[in-house]
């Protein structure tokens, strides 16, 4: 079994196992147990964790619908998954290609030499555009603003790199273009544009030889969230 068949068949395991009501979606106190699984609680003082979990809860549900469905677990548990195997493994992830490309793009417009943590929205935008996500009908500029207020804390100007990451998945369903083949583009092209050139097009937009799986025959259908069942026939789509 390759890894990312693998990574997926460990998370619907997790997922029917958390969900304990059997309602196709992680609710809150699911997710605590989620938490304290993955040894996310470990250093959180005990009279914090709620307003911890409540916090993590907010960032997982990208629809802001009070539930977590399968898709939403999926993109979280997989990437906690992979930091705690890499933790493991002694390594530490502190410059992924990916990550860098973050970084740059995060501290464009500030002072030479940052190296910043968070990213603005107009920031994010010129991600999106530089890196030539952007699709006149899958993906417009207002699909960028929409899904960088999704994927951010209520209340808060900025992202973080994980929340970055899922704002990238939320591209790449949008897409219809598997995550690990959206990653691959972003991370080869050459970085902020100072000027207003028009964004080269991406390979996968225009070359169909390049898709894969579910894909190669149309994309994905569209699924409603709020009825997943891993014993039932309704699932969702995978980037894996």
Same mark, same amino acid.
């Given at each position: 079994?390759? =890894?990312?068949?693998?990574?997926?068949?460990?998370?619907?395991?997790?997922?029917?196992? /958390?969900?304990?009501?059997?309602?196709?979606?992680?609710?809150?106190? =699911?997710?605590? #147990?989620?938490?304290? #699984?993955?040894?996310?609680?470990?250093?959180?003082?005990?009279?914090?964790?709620?307003?911890?979990?409540?916090?993590?809860?907010?960032?997982?549900?990208?629809?802001?619908?009070?539930?977590?469905? /399968?898709?939403?677990?999926?993109?979280? /548990?997989?990437?906690?998954?992979?930091?705690?195997?890499?933790?493991?493994?002694?390594?530490?992830?502190?410059?992924?290609?990916?990550?860098?490309?973050?970084?740059?793009?995060?501290? /464009?417009?500030?002072?030479?030499?940052?190296?910043?943590? =968070?990213?603005?929205?107009?920031?994010?935008?010129?991600?999106?555009?530089?890196?030539?996500?952007?699709?006149?009908?899958?993906?417009?500029?207002?699909?960028?603003?929409?899904?960088? *207020?999704?994927?951010?804390?209520?209340?808060?100007?900025?992202?973080?790199?994980?929340?970055?990451?899922?704002?990238?998945?939320?591209?790449?369903?949008?897409?219809?273009?598997?995550? =690990?083949?959206?990653?691959?583009?972003?991370?080869?092209?050459?970085?902020?544009?100072?000027?207003?050139?028009?964004?080269?097009?991406?390979?996968?937009?225009? #070359?169909?030889?390049?898709?894969?799986?579910?894909? *190669?025959?149309?994309?994905?259908?569209?699924?409603?969230?709020?009825?997943?069942?891993?014993?039932?026939?309704?699932?969702?789509?995978?980037?894996?």
């Amino acid at each position: 079994m390759s =890894e990312p068949a693998e990574l997926e068949a460990i998370c619907r395991e997790a997922f029917s196992k /958390y969900d304990k009501n059997k309602n196709g979606a992680i609710e809150r106190d =699911e997710l605590t #147990d989620v938490l304290a #699984d993955l040894g996310a609680l470990k250093d959180v003082p005990k009279p914090s964790i709620g307003s911890f979990v409540i916090d993590m809860f907010g960032k997982i549900d990208l629809d802001k619908d009070s539930h977590i469905n /399968y898709q939403e677990f999926s993109l979280f /548990y997989k990437a906690a998954v992979r930091d705690n195997q890499t933790k493991a493994a002694g390594k530490v992830d502190t410059g992924s290609p990916l990550q860098d490309v973050f970084v740059t793009f995060a501290s /464009y417009g500030a002072k030479a030499g940052t190296r910043a943590k =968070e990213m603005e929205g107009k920031n994010f935008a010129k991600f999106s555009k530089d890196c030539g996500l952007l699709h006149k009908k899958k993906l417009t500029p207002t699909d960028i603003d929409l899904i960088f *207020a999704k994927i951010k804390t209520k209340g808060a100007r900025k992202i973080n790199f994980d929340e970055f990451c899922r704002g990238l998945s939320l591209c790449a369903d949008k897409l219809g273009t598997p995550y =690990e083949q959206v990653v691959e583009s972003v991370t080869s092209a050459e970085g902020p544009s100072s000027s207003a050139t028009k964004a080269e097009a991406v390979k996968f937009h225009d #070359d169909k030889s390049l898709y894969t799986g579910v894909h *190669a025959k149309g994309g994905p259908t569209n699924f409603d969230g709020s009825d997943l069942s891993l014993r039932g026939s309704k699932q969702p789509g995978s980037w894996q």
